[in-house]
């Protein structure tokens, strides 16, 4: 009896355990990438003009593919937390939400490459017939390309961060980007939100409605009626919503009703981000 009682108790641990982390999961991605509330904080970045700002972290992001040693990288990414800490965009959440999915995404790429580059192995373990015998070329390869998917993610980040998401749009609207493009980006961000939304109160609604402990059965009957459930109302919504944006006049072009005026600040900024990769770039060649 007591075996079946914390049997059912570890059971239904689990199942809270499930659905507060898929809660929680939704929510702080809803709260933290929707809110702006870094975007509307007086930081250094926040100051600058969305063009400049824009056009910097391309140059940035094409200085880090072009980067060919770690300590090109290791500079762009040093200068990347200088500008987050002049914007004032925590360190925490900054470093964690790039740094806690790039080493199991990017290594999932790049680990074969570990052990088929040839050169001086590490160490060499038989396995029956097969052999692993990782490479330092391998490890150095796979050091580079997961540092190179970080600073580029991390800029990214941090432009999205600190840049109120239309401002981003119309920026790129600037530097004539097809409209179809900026287009889908601005649906694709918006569905986002009203999925997670929806999510959100799905869970929500259910963890209202259940009182005792369900089987595994169950669960996954639920788990895939929801999934249908999600899909059945996210094509329903974009019909909503295009019908919705038509009917009030939208033509395909983004607009906003701040205006941009490029000041000295914003050139000089922009200026000495391009120097700085140009830099880094040459850094990375001679070290190389």
Request: aromatic share 10%; charged share 15%; proline share 3%.
């Amino acid at each position: 009896m007591t075996a079946a009682v914390g049997g059912r108790a570890s059971s239904e641990g689990r199942i809270g355990w499930l659905e507060q982390t898929l809660g929680g999961i939704t929510a702080n991605i809803e709260h933290a990438v929707f809110s702006e509330r870094h975007a509307r904080s007086a930081g250094w970045l926040q100051r600058r003009d969305p063009r400049a700002k824009l056009v910097g972290f391309l140059v940035a992001i094409v200085a880090a593919s072009l980067a060919s040693s770690v300590v090109g990288l290791a500079l762009l990414y040093a200068a990347t937390l200088g500008a987050a800490r002049a914007s004032r965009v925590p360190f925490g959440f900054f470093v964690k939400r790039v740094w806690l999915g790039i080493p199991f995404f990017a290594g999932i790429v790049v680990v074969p490459a570990i052990f088929f580059v040839p050169g001086d192995r590490v160490f060499d373990l038989a396995l029956g017939p097969a052999h692993l015998a990782p490479s330092w070329n391998g490890l150095a390869g796979a050091l580079l390309f997961v540092s190179r998917v970080g600073v580029s993610v991390s800029l990214a980040v941090l432009l999205v961060v600190t840049t109120p998401w239309a401002d981003v749009l119309k920026s790129l609207r600037a530097l004539r980007t097809p409209q179809v493009f900026v287009l889908v980006l601005s649906m694709t961000y918006r569905y986002i939100f009203l999925f997670l939304h929806t999510t959100n109160g799905i869970l929500l609604a259910r963890k209202s409605r259940v009182v005792g402990r369900t089987r595994g059965g169950e669960q996954r009957r639920w788990i895939t009626g929801t999934m249908g459930n999600l899909m059945s109302r996210a094509f329903q919504m974009s019909n909503d919503v295009y019908a919705a944006m038509l009917s009030r006049g939208f033509t395909g072009e983004v607009r906003v009703y701040s205006t941009y005026r490029m000041r000295p600040a914003d050139w000089l900024a922009l200026g000495a981000t391009a120097a700085f990769c140009v830099t880094a770039v040459l850094a990375s060649r001679v070290v190389a």
